[in-house]
C-alpha cells in the first residue's frame, strides 16, 4: 500500500462536491455512515426513511448502488430489507453481484478455532460479544471498553498463529480468512455492469473503508470519510449519518440531464 500510504492526511477536509448521477455510481458503508452507530450490531434494524432514500438513489443511478460493509450478506439483508442487491458483506471478502450472483472464497476452517478463544474470553466478561458471521468471527467490546488491550491482544495473536486477516475496528477486533477487502470489492464492481464506465464514489467512517478510499481515488473517483476519524486516505468530509443521507439525496434529486 506505499501509493495509498502517500495519500495519508490530518488535515482539515472539504465537503464533497455533487456529484452528477447520469455517470456515478456510488459505493457506501453501513453502519456509521448510512446507519448511526449502536451499542450492538443487532440493535440497527430497518429504517423507513433509509428505505426511501435509497430506493430513491439507485433509480437515480440507474442501478450503480452498493452496500459495502463489514456485516455478513444476511445480516445486511435484514438491516436493508434485501431491497439492495449489489452488495459486499465482510469487508468485501463477500460479493453478491447487481444481478445476484454471490461471489465467495471456499469455506474457511481456522474460523471456528477462532470463535472458541473468543467466546472463552467472553465467558469471563459477559460485557463481550462475540458475532459469528461464517467466513470471519468478530469481538466486540463497546460495553466492556476496558478489555480492549486483552481483546486486540488475542485477536493479534490468533491472527498470527491461526494465518488469519486481522481487521480491527470501532471497539471490534475481527478475524477474517485472507481475501478481497472492500478496496477490492469496488473495484471488482467496476469492471462490471452496471458499474463500468463511471466514476466511483465511495463514503466510509471506518479503518476498514480506508482500502476502499485508495481504490477510488487510484480510478480517478471521490473518498469521502464520515465523521472525524484521521489520518485518512478521503479527500472529503462529511460530518455525520445525517450529512450523508443530505448529500445523497441531493445526488438523487437533481433533475434528469
Ligand atoms: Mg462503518
Known amino acids: ?79 436493508l430489507e434485501k431491497d439492495v442487491p449489489a452488495v459486499a458483506a465482510i469487508h468485501g471478502l463477500v460479493r453478491r453481484t447487481a444481478w445476484g450472483e454471490i461471489v465467495a472464497p471456499p469455506g474457511e476452517g481456522r474460523i471456528p478455532q477462532a470463535r472458541e478463544a473468543f467466546e472463552s474470553l467472553a465467558r469471563a466478561d459477559p460485557g463481550l460479544l462475540v458475532e459469528d458471521k461464517g467466513a470471519a468471527v468478530a469481538l466486540h467490546y463497546r460495553r466492556s471498553p476496558q478489555a480492549e488491550g486483552a481483546c486486540r491482544e488475542l485477536a493479534a495473536r490468533l491472527a498470527r498463529s491461526l494465518g488469519l486477516k486481522l481487521q480491527e475496528g470501532d471497539h471490534v477486533v475481527e478475524l477474517r480468512a485472507p481475501g478481497p477487502d472492500k478496496g477490492e ?13 463511471t466514476q466511483p464514489l465511495f463514503l466510509g467512517d471506518d479503518f476498514t473503508d480506508e482500502s476502499g478510499f485508495a481504490a477510488v481515488r487510484g480510478m480517478g473517483g471521490l473518498a469521502i470519510i464520515v465523521g472525524s476519524r484521521r489520518p485518512t486516505r478521503a479527500q472529503y468530509a462529511l460530518s455525520d449519518v445525517e450529512a450523508v443521507h443530505d448529500f445523497l439525496s441531493a445526488i438523487a434529486e437533481q433533475p434528469k440531464a
Open 1 to 79: 500500500m506505499a501509493e495509498g500510504s502517500a495519500l495519508l492526511t490530518s488535515a482539515a477536509l472539504p465537503e464533497p462536491p455533487l456529484a452528477r448521477a447520469a455517470d456515478t455510481a456510488v459505493f457506501v458503508d453501513l453502519d456509521g455512515t448510512l446507519a448511526a452507530l449502536q451499542i450492538t450490531p443487532q440493535d440497527v434494524g430497518p429504517d423507513a426513511r433509509r428505505r426511501a432514500l435509497l430506493q430513491r438513489l439507485r433509480a437515480a443511478l440507474s442501478g450503480r448502488l452498493a452496500v459495502i460493509s463489514g456485516r455478513a450478506l444476511d445480516d445486511i439483508d435484514r438491516v
Open 185 to 197: 470489492a469496488i473495484a471488482a464492481f467496476m469492471r462490471e455492469a452496471p458499474f463500468a464506465g
